[in-house]
């Protein structure tokens, strides 16, 4: 199975100042997608430093290169609603000549759950939210003209024309553990998204880690088998930097290609690796970065 290799890239820097070059750097650098938070700020040490919007860098990165894949990794409903949401995909892809992939969680309680003014939602009130807002954002990206009335969400003769480039839709890549975000990947998703174990985070083993995801992937089986689709259709990401490794794939080249295979033999068909920032928990020495990047793919097969 082969396995590619995409990067996040944090919205941390101004247009001109290196935000700019590092998606055009990715794409020479030939990762198959650039990916970016959708956040109204984030954790420290980002929280008091710059940061911009997801929408905005992508369409600037659409303009700036050709061929890469972009996305956010991840939308939530923290602060998005679908139906302006649907408006802004559709013209990004457009702008990218249908190169957008939708990465979609159900959010969590940082910054942005509180940014709007109101109480973060419980961790059943997010689940149920994002129960509602997926298949409501699948309608607008996929018919012309839609109305609804939900628990949540409403929309009233909302009008996407043309629709996106991609066909029926741009992809969403869901990122769910628990078994109401697994069911939603399973019937809207064309792919998966996980970050590993949160629990082990601190304490854990990488055994234990590659045991927790593989155990991921098996509900994620159950799920799709519940409603009669193949699980191999749906593309598994890894977004990396959350497991109990840390750092550490990407101390070398063979490190790293240890750690992708490790998970590639989960099923994973996607490896997405964080942009370095020196002096943070994503710092990685730039040439090792760019070596895994040029080499690491062919490695893997």
Request: glycine share 10%.
């Amino acid at each position: 199975m082969s396995l590619r290799l995409s990067t996040v890239i944090l919205p941390h820097h101004r247009w001109h100042e290196g935000g700019r070059s590092a998606w055009q750097r990715a794409e020479q650098l030939g990762f198959h997608t650039a990916y970016t938070y959708d956040h109204l700020s984030w954790r420290v040490p980002f929280r008091d430093g710059p940061w911009f919007g997801a929408v905005p860098t992508l369409t600037a990165a659409a303009v700036v290169t050709e061929r890469m894949r972009l996305g956010t990794l991840v939308t939530s409903p923290n602060f998005r609603h679908p139906v302006t949401l649907a408006k802004e995909l559709i013209s990004l892809d457009d702008i990218s000549g249908g190169r957008i992939t939708l990465g979609v969680g159900a959010g969590g309680s940082g910054f942005d759950a509180t940014a709007l003014g109101r109480e973060p939602w419980t961790p059943r009130e997010r689940a149920d939210r994002f129960a509602e807002f997926v298949p409501l954002l699948d309608r607008l990206l996929t018919e012309d003209e839609v109305s609804y009335q939900g628990d949540f969400y409403s929309a009233h003769q909302a009008r996407n024309i043309p629709g996106c480039v991609q066909r029926p839709r741009l992809p969403f890549a869901i990122a769910a553990t628990g078994p109401r975000g697994l069911r939603l990947a399973a019937q809207h998703g064309q792919a998966w998204v996980t970050t590993g174990d949160p629990k082990l985070y601190e304490n854990g083993t990488p055994e234990q880690s590659v045991q927790a995801i593989r155990g991921q992937a098996e509900k994620l089986a159950d799920a799709c088998a519940a409603i009669g689709r193949d699980g191999t259709e749906l593309d598994k990401i890894l977004l990396t930097g959350f497991t109990p490794d840390r750092a550490r794939p990407l101390e070398s080249l063979d490190a790293f290609v240890d750690f992708a295979g490790r998970h590639r033999e989960l099923g994973f068909t996607e490896i997405v690796i964080h942009w370095p920032i020196p002096g943070t928990v994503f710092a990685c020495d730039q040439k090792v970065f760019e070596q895994i990047a040029m080499e690491a793919a062919a490695q893997l097969g």
